[in-house]
Protein backbone atom coordinates (compact mmCIF):
# COMPACT_ATOMS: atom_id res chain seq x y z
CA UNK A 1 0.00 0.00 0.00
CA UNK A 2 1.05 3.57 -1.16
CA UNK A 3 -0.28 6.52 0.97
CA UNK A 4 0.95 9.95 0.31
CA UNK A 5 -0.40 12.44 3.11
CA UNK A 6 -0.20 16.51 2.35
CA UNK A 7 2.43 16.39 0.01
CA UNK A 8 3.38 19.86 -0.85
CA UNK A 9 6.19 20.60 -3.25
CA UNK A 10 8.19 24.29 -4.44
CA UNK A 11 10.50 25.45 -6.90
CA UNK A 12 11.19 28.73 -5.49
CA UNK A 13 8.50 31.04 -5.21
CA UNK A 14 6.52 28.74 -7.60
CA UNK A 15 3.93 26.36 -6.08
CA UNK A 16 3.79 23.03 -7.96
CA UNK A 17 2.32 20.66 -5.41
CA UNK A 18 0.01 21.78 -2.85
CA UNK A 19 -1.50 19.32 -0.31
CA UNK A 20 -1.56 16.46 -2.08
CA UNK A 21 -3.77 13.21 -0.29
CA UNK A 22 -3.49 9.56 -2.44
CA UNK A 23 -4.20 6.09 -1.45
CA UNK A 24 -3.06 2.92 -3.95
CA UNK A 25 -3.53 -0.20 -2.80
CA UNK A 26 -1.01 -3.56 -3.59
CA UNK A 27 -2.14 -4.38 -7.41
CA UNK A 28 -3.38 -0.88 -8.35
CA UNK A 29 -2.86 0.31 -11.24
CA UNK A 30 -3.51 4.19 -11.11
CA UNK A 31 -3.22 6.76 -14.20
CA UNK A 32 -2.18 10.08 -13.56
CA UNK A 33 -3.82 12.43 -16.07
CA UNK A 34 -3.43 16.15 -16.39
CA UNK A 35 -2.33 19.14 -18.50
CA UNK A 36 1.56 19.98 -19.04
CA UNK A 37 2.33 21.81 -15.68
CA UNK A 38 -0.40 20.37 -13.80
CA UNK A 39 2.06 18.71 -11.42
CA UNK A 40 2.29 15.09 -12.50
CA UNK A 41 5.31 13.95 -12.98
CA UNK A 42 6.54 16.18 -9.64
CA UNK A 43 4.09 14.50 -7.57
CA UNK A 44 5.84 10.70 -9.06
CA UNK A 45 9.51 12.03 -8.46
CA UNK A 46 8.00 12.90 -5.24
CA UNK A 47 7.38 9.68 -3.87
CA UNK A 48 10.65 7.74 -4.72
CA UNK A 49 12.92 11.49 -3.71
CA UNK A 50 14.01 12.23 -7.24
CA UNK A 51 12.35 15.41 -5.65
CA UNK A 52 12.40 16.12 -2.17
CA UNK A 53 8.71 17.22 -1.43
CA UNK A 54 8.39 20.62 1.38
CA UNK A 55 5.95 18.43 3.43
CA UNK A 56 3.75 15.90 4.24
CA UNK A 57 4.50 12.09 4.28
CA UNK A 58 4.89 9.56 1.98
CA UNK A 59 4.76 5.32 3.14
CA UNK A 60 4.92 3.10 1.17
CA UNK A 61 4.28 -0.69 2.55
CA UNK A 62 4.66 -0.27 6.29
CA UNK A 63 7.62 2.58 5.93
CA UNK A 64 7.05 6.24 6.56
CA UNK A 65 8.81 9.09 5.82
CA UNK A 66 8.64 12.65 7.39
CA UNK A 67 9.12 14.82 4.20
CA UNK A 68 10.07 17.43 6.89
CA UNK A 69 12.78 15.84 8.46
CA UNK A 70 13.84 13.01 6.06
CA UNK A 71 17.07 10.85 7.14
CA UNK A 72 19.50 9.61 4.09
CA UNK A 73 19.02 6.03 5.13
CA UNK A 74 15.24 6.57 4.89
CA UNK A 75 15.35 8.24 1.56
CA UNK A 76 17.50 5.17 0.56
CA UNK A 77 15.24 2.33 1.85
CA UNK A 78 12.20 4.18 0.46
CA UNK A 79 13.90 4.12 -2.84
CA UNK A 80 14.68 0.51 -2.43
CA UNK A 81 10.69 0.02 -2.39
CA UNK A 82 10.26 1.53 -5.46
CA UNK A 83 11.16 1.49 -9.52
CA UNK A 84 11.02 3.91 -12.31
CA UNK A 85 10.73 4.07 -15.87
CA UNK A 86 11.45 7.50 -17.36
CA UNK A 87 10.46 9.07 -20.44
CA UNK A 88 13.73 8.96 -22.15
CA UNK A 89 15.00 5.38 -21.35
CA UNK A 90 17.98 6.50 -19.32
CA UNK A 91 19.94 3.12 -20.30
CA UNK A 92 23.90 3.19 -20.03
CA UNK A 93 25.13 3.30 -23.63
CA UNK A 94 28.05 1.46 -23.12
CA UNK A 95 26.42 -1.35 -21.67
CA UNK A 96 24.83 -4.20 -23.32
CA UNK A 97 20.73 -4.75 -22.93
CA UNK A 98 21.48 -7.89 -19.96
CA UNK A 99 23.76 -5.72 -18.43
CA UNK A 100 21.68 -2.86 -18.30
CA UNK A 101 19.28 -4.80 -16.64
CA UNK A 102 21.99 -6.51 -14.22
CA UNK A 103 23.23 -3.37 -13.21
CA UNK A 104 21.21 -1.98 -10.59
CA UNK A 105 20.96 -5.45 -9.05
CA UNK A 106 24.40 -5.62 -8.62
CA UNK A 107 25.77 -2.81 -7.97
CA UNK A 108 22.58 -1.35 -5.64
CA UNK A 109 21.11 -4.23 -4.12
CA UNK A 110 24.30 -6.37 -4.17
CA UNK A 111 22.56 -9.67 -5.45
CA UNK A 112 25.63 -12.06 -6.85
CA UNK A 113 25.83 -11.68 -10.81
CA UNK A 114 24.71 -15.02 -11.09
CA UNK A 115 21.10 -14.32 -9.60
CA UNK A 116 20.90 -11.15 -10.98
CA UNK A 117 22.20 -12.51 -15.05
CA UNK A 118 19.43 -15.07 -13.87
CA UNK A 119 16.72 -12.61 -13.35
CA UNK A 120 17.55 -10.34 -15.82
CA UNK A 121 17.38 -12.83 -18.62
CA UNK A 122 13.99 -13.93 -16.78
CA UNK A 123 12.39 -10.15 -17.26
CA UNK A 124 13.89 -9.70 -20.75
CA UNK A 125 12.08 -12.76 -21.77
CA UNK A 126 8.96 -11.50 -19.98
CA UNK A 127 9.05 -7.85 -22.53
CA UNK A 128 10.25 -10.00 -25.42
CA UNK A 129 13.73 -9.01 -25.72
CA UNK A 130 15.75 -12.41 -25.25
CA UNK A 131 17.09 -12.16 -28.63
CA UNK A 132 18.69 -8.98 -27.77
CA UNK A 133 20.59 -9.42 -24.63
CA UNK A 134 23.73 -8.75 -26.87
CA UNK A 135 22.74 -5.34 -28.53
CA UNK A 136 23.52 -2.23 -26.59
CA UNK A 137 21.02 0.54 -26.52
CA UNK A 138 22.38 2.09 -30.17
CA UNK A 139 21.11 -0.85 -32.10
CA UNK A 140 17.97 -1.04 -30.42
CA UNK A 141 14.68 0.93 -31.54
CA UNK A 142 13.34 3.45 -29.11
CA UNK A 143 9.85 1.02 -28.36
CA UNK A 144 12.71 -1.42 -27.46
CA UNK A 145 14.78 0.30 -25.34
CA UNK A 146 12.05 1.08 -23.24
CA UNK A 147 11.53 -2.37 -23.24
CA UNK A 148 15.00 -2.36 -21.74
CA UNK A 149 13.71 -0.17 -19.13
CA UNK A 150 11.06 -1.78 -17.97
CA UNK A 151 13.15 -5.09 -17.63
CA UNK A 152 14.98 -3.14 -15.21
CA UNK A 153 12.37 -1.89 -13.34
CA UNK A 154 11.07 -4.92 -12.83
CA UNK A 155 14.25 -7.03 -11.90
CA UNK A 156 14.35 -4.85 -8.79
CA UNK A 157 11.13 -6.63 -7.99
CA UNK A 158 9.73 -3.63 -6.31
CA UNK A 159 6.82 -2.96 -4.20
CA UNK A 160 5.91 -0.44 -6.74
CA UNK A 161 6.67 0.83 -10.65
CA UNK A 162 6.72 4.55 -11.58
CA UNK A 163 6.02 5.06 -15.28
CA UNK A 164 6.67 8.83 -16.21
CA UNK A 165 4.94 9.26 -19.58
CA UNK A 166 6.80 6.21 -21.03
CA UNK A 167 5.66 6.46 -24.72
CA UNK A 168 5.83 10.41 -24.96
CA UNK A 169 9.24 10.07 -26.71
CA UNK A 170 8.50 7.11 -29.32
CA UNK A 171 7.26 7.45 -32.79
CA UNK A 172 3.62 6.82 -33.02
CA UNK A 173 3.73 3.25 -34.62
CA UNK A 174 6.34 2.23 -31.30
CA UNK A 175 3.91 3.36 -28.95
CA UNK A 176 1.87 0.30 -29.36
CA UNK A 177 4.58 -2.29 -28.41
CA UNK A 178 5.17 -1.01 -24.99
CA UNK A 179 1.62 -0.20 -23.80
CA UNK A 180 1.33 -4.09 -24.88
CA UNK A 181 4.04 -4.67 -22.36
CA UNK A 182 2.86 -2.39 -19.55
CA UNK A 183 -0.55 -3.98 -20.08
CA UNK A 184 1.05 -7.66 -19.36
CA UNK A 185 2.87 -6.08 -16.15
CA UNK A 186 -0.84 -4.91 -15.11
CA UNK A 187 -2.56 -8.36 -15.45
CA UNK A 188 0.21 -9.82 -13.20
CA UNK A 189 -1.06 -7.54 -10.33
CA UNK A 190 1.71 -5.34 -10.24
CA UNK A 191 1.71 -2.25 -8.61
CA UNK A 192 1.95 0.84 -11.11
CA UNK A 193 1.29 4.66 -10.43
CA UNK A 194 1.48 5.80 -14.59
CA UNK A 195 1.69 9.11 -16.16
CA UNK A 196 0.32 9.34 -19.41
CA UNK A 197 -1.60 11.13 -22.22
CA UNK A 198 -2.48 8.00 -23.73
CA UNK A 199 -6.46 7.61 -22.87
CA UNK A 200 -7.82 4.82 -24.36
CA UNK A 201 -4.95 3.16 -22.82
CA UNK A 202 -5.71 4.77 -19.49
CA UNK A 203 -9.16 3.43 -19.59
CA UNK A 204 -8.41 0.25 -20.16
CA UNK A 205 -5.96 -0.72 -18.26
CA UNK A 206 -5.85 1.40 -14.68
CA UNK A 207 -8.68 0.69 -11.96
CA UNK A 208 -7.97 3.84 -10.68
CA UNK A 209 -7.89 7.91 -11.96
CA UNK A 210 -6.42 10.79 -10.92
CA UNK A 211 -7.03 14.01 -12.89
CA UNK A 212 -4.56 16.70 -11.47
CA UNK A 213 -4.66 20.38 -12.12
CA UNK A 214 -2.76 23.47 -10.82
CA UNK A 215 -0.62 21.28 -8.27
CA UNK A 216 -4.25 19.36 -7.09
CA UNK A 217 -6.47 16.45 -7.07
CA UNK A 218 -9.43 17.75 -9.07
CA UNK A 219 -10.95 14.32 -9.15
CA UNK A 220 -10.05 10.44 -8.82
CA UNK A 221 -12.51 7.34 -9.38
CA UNK A 222 -12.94 4.34 -11.25
CA UNK A 223 -12.29 4.74 -14.85
CA UNK A 224 -15.51 4.35 -16.19
CA UNK A 225 -16.63 7.04 -13.73
CA UNK A 226 -13.62 9.73 -15.02
CA UNK A 227 -14.30 9.06 -18.58
CA UNK A 228 -17.87 8.35 -18.77
CA UNK A 229 -19.19 10.59 -15.94
CA UNK A 230 -16.89 13.47 -14.48
CA UNK A 231 -18.09 15.21 -11.85
CA UNK A 232 -15.88 18.28 -12.13
CA UNK A 233 -15.86 21.12 -14.73
CA UNK A 234 -12.16 21.08 -15.23
CA UNK A 235 -12.22 17.10 -16.17
CA UNK A 236 -15.06 18.05 -18.32
CA UNK A 237 -12.81 20.79 -20.53
CA UNK A 238 -9.75 18.50 -20.48
CA UNK A 239 -11.11 15.39 -21.52
CA UNK A 240 -13.23 16.94 -24.02
CA UNK A 241 -10.04 18.01 -25.41
CA UNK A 242 -7.90 15.25 -25.07
CA UNK A 243 -9.07 13.18 -27.66
CA UNK A 244 -7.35 10.27 -29.38
CA UNK A 245 -7.83 10.18 -33.12
CA UNK A 246 -7.26 6.89 -33.58
CA UNK A 247 -7.09 3.77 -31.08
CA UNK A 248 -3.56 1.73 -30.90
CA UNK A 249 -4.09 -2.11 -32.11
CA UNK A 250 -2.31 -3.89 -29.05
Excluded at 32 to 42: D, Q, R, V, Y
Excluded at 62 to 78: A, E, R, Y
Excluded at 189 to 201: A, K, L, P, R, Y
Excluded at 203 to 231: A, L, T, W
Aim: net charge positive.
Amino acid sequence: MIRLNNIHKSFGKVKVLNGIHLTVEKGDVVVILGPSGSGKTTLLRCINYLERPGEGEVTIGDFTVNCKHPGKQDILKLRRKTAMVFQHYNLFKHKTVLENVMEGLVTARKVPKDEARARSLEVLDKVGLSGKINDYPSQLSGGQQQRVGIARALALNPEVILFDEPTSALDPELVGEVLSVIRKIAKEGVTMIVVTHEMSFAREVSNHVVFMDGGVIVEEGKPEQIFSQPKEERTKQFLKRITPEWSYVI
